[in-house]
Each structure stands twice: as C-alpha cells, then as structure tokens.
C-alpha cells in the first residue's frame, strides 16, 4: 500500500510540473517544408525583440511548449527567411493555429480567452476600416458628379461610423478590465483622441493592477499622463485633441465646432478690423471653393466687438462657411481657450478633431489641406 501511494504521490507531482510548464501551441502548416525554423518572440519591456524558443515544420506540424508567460502581453511566430510573422497573446491556454506560407497575415489562431475576446477586437475594427474605406470611395464618386445630397449623407453616415467604432471600443474597455485587450483598445482610443485625456485616465485607473505594470500598461499610463499634463495647461496644440466650443452665430443661434466639423476642419481666429486676416482672406475663400465638396468645413471665430462690422466682412469677403462669435475682443472665451495672442490664427483639425496642423496660410495652407483630402480618399 504504501509503494501504490508512493507511486500516486510521484504522478501527482509530475502531472502539477506539467501544469506549471504553461500552454502550448499546436500548428498545422500550409506549403511550409519540414525542417523550417520557426522562433517564438516576445516583447521586453524596454520595447525589444527577443526569441524565447525554437522548433521546426515536422511531418507539416509545429509542436512547441512554453513556460507561463511572465506577464500579459503579445508573443508572435517567425520563420527563418519567410518575411512576416503570426501574432498572438501569451496565455496559459492550449493555442491551435493554421499558418499559411504564402500568407502569414491570413493565419488562423485559436486560443483561450484573451486571444479570442483579442481577435474579435481585430477583425471588427477592421470591418469598421473597410467600411470607412467604402464611405470614402462612394463620397469621391458623389463629388465628381456634384451630387450636394448624396455628400451630406456620406458624412453622416462616416460620422455614425466613427462613433460607433469608438463606442464599440469604449464598451470593450468597461466590460473587459481584467483584460490585456482593454489596455489595447484604450491605447487605440486615445492614439485616435478619441477619449478626452481625463476620461481615459479614469479608465485606466479602473483596470486590473497587474495589467498596469505589464509593457502595454506602463507605455499607456505614460501617454496618459502625458496627455493629462497637456490638457491642464489650457494649451491647443499639434497633436491634442480641439476643446469643443459653442458660441452664437450671426442669425443669433448657437452653433458648436462639433456640428460645423467635416472630414477636415479649419478654426480660423480672425476680425474685421483685422488688416492682416482682411488680405488673407481671398486665400482661405479660394481653399474652401476647392475642397469643400471634398470634405472641407471651416468655421470662423470672430474677435470682433460689433455686430455690424462683423456681419459686413462676412459678405464683404464673401466668407460663405459657419462663422461664431462672442463679440468680446481679446476676450472672446474660445481665443482664450486656444491660447490664440495673435490674429490670424489657424487651426486645422482631422475628423476626429484633433489638430494635426495651426497657422497655416497662403500656398500652404493649400498644400495642407490637399495632402490632407487627398490622403482621405486613398
């Protein structure tokens, strides 16, 4: 009796060795020859490529075992002299993959949890992309035939599309805090601003603490931070997402830079007593003439301080674009709130507004904005 406990003893503690040996990976191989190198890779924390084991193509399989991973974070396969690689999210979990030569990218990766809840996360963000892809083709159609309708709804549409992507984003982050994916979705949202500096942080903080300290979460936290520190200054610059504003219009109704937005927005700070803004003018008419069927809105900020003199260079200068103002000077709130000292300021933002170019005028202005429209429609 004591030789059969023996022996349960030694099976129980070989089978928990196995357990502690982490996951495995199963791979069917497509036009891959026997004896191919493939490598495991990881990612340091310092940001590096480092090949944490091998094997090779037997009988068109790859068997490979792996220890626990040491922290959450994404692993991928090369091959030796075969461009491209397979990714996937170190888990201890059983990982079954189909890997075609021809085509790394088109690999198909099973896995537990955290790769299944990873690739749903990939493949709808890139549905979200073909679709946008879509929208863009059907509006440059639309223009060339100067079909003003058909252009109005193609905007919306993209901006639904666009929100609902972000929503879509956001849900993943509140449902999954315990994921390595949420870290993910929230480092995208915020690389796209399209979460305001505060509200990611609040995000962040809600996630599961060990996630904090893995590679994804420490470069998330500094970026957040970072932003955060920004955002404090009170300061609109390149790379920061616009503050919204609402001011009234010339009619006297509210209008805010959310509603006057389109694919590419110009905030244009200017005046009517304003010589240098009075001489450029001409310029941002003859831009929007020829991008605005492509895309382009402009909405003018006024520091002016009468109503009439405003309304004048309006039609004066033939301005035919959303105008706002607060009639307050070198105290108009929004000036304030963008840190604009001098007249004319600029400020071109993308569609999700964040401001990607300011003080733009003359050809580059021009310049600017045709890369920008153009690089739109690819």
């Not at 310092?46 to 090949?51: E, G, T, W």
């Not at 220890?67 to 990714?87: A, H, M, Q, R, W």
Request: hydrophobic residues 40%; proline residues 3%; positive net charge.
């Amino acid at each position: 009796m004591k030789r059969i406990a023996f022996m349960v003893t030694v099976i129980l503690l070989v089978a928990c060795q196995k357990e502690k040996k982490g996951y495995h990976i199963s791979a069917d191989t497509v036009g891959f020859d026997d004896g191919t190198v493939v490598y495991v890779n990881a990612i340091s924390q310092s940001n590096r490529p480092v090949i944490i084991d091998s094997a090779t193509v037997q009988n068109k399989k790859i068997e490979i075992a792996l220890s626990s991973p040491e922290s959450n974070d994404f692993n991928y396969l090369t091959f030796k002299d075969i461009p491209g690689n397979v990714l996937y999210l170190a888990e201890n979990n059983p990982i079954n993959m189909t890997i075609y030569k021809d085509s790394l990218r088109s690999s198909v990766v099973e896995g537990g949890p955290e790769n299944q809840l990873f690739f749903k996360y990939l493949s709808t963000v890139q549905e979200f992309g073909k679709q946008k892809i879509e929208l863009d083709k059907q509006y440059q159609v639309a223009a060339k035939l100067g079909e003003t309708d058909k252009l109005q709804k193609i905007e919306t549409d993209r901006k639904t599309l666009i929100e609902k992507e972000k929503q879509f984003r956001t849900d993943l982050v509140n449902n999954n805090n315990g994921s390595l994916v949420s870290v993910m979705a929230l480092t995208d949202l915020v690389n796209i601003r399209g979460i305001a500096a505060k509200e990611a942080k609040e995000k962040f903080d809600a996630i599961k603490d060990t996630l904090k300290t893995t590679r994804l979460g420490k470069n998330l936290n500094l970026t957040i931070n970072n932003l955060v520190a920004l955002a404090s200054q009170k300061k609109i610059d390149v790379g920061v997402e616009a503050e919204d504003f609402s001011a009234p219009t010339p009619s006297g109704k509210i209008l805010s830079l959310k509603e006057a937005m389109g694919k590419i927005t110009i905030i244009d700070f200017w005046a009517s007593w304003c010589k240098p803004c009075r001489m450029e003018n001409p310029n941002v008419v003859k831009v929007y003439n020829k991008y605005h069927d492509k895309g382009l809105n402009i909405i003018g900020v006024s520091l002016d301080r009468k109503q009439e003199a405003w309304t004048k260079a309006i039609a004066d200068d033939n301005l035919n674009w959303s105008h706002v103002s607060n009639l307050q000077f070198w105290q108009e709130p929004i000036a304030k709130a963008y840190g604009v000292r001098s007249i004319p300021a600029t400020f071109i933002l993308d569609e999700q507004g964040n401001v990607i170019a300011k003080n733009l005028r003359g050809p580059a202005l021009e310049q600017k904005i045709s890369e920008l429209l153009e690089q739109k429609a690819l």
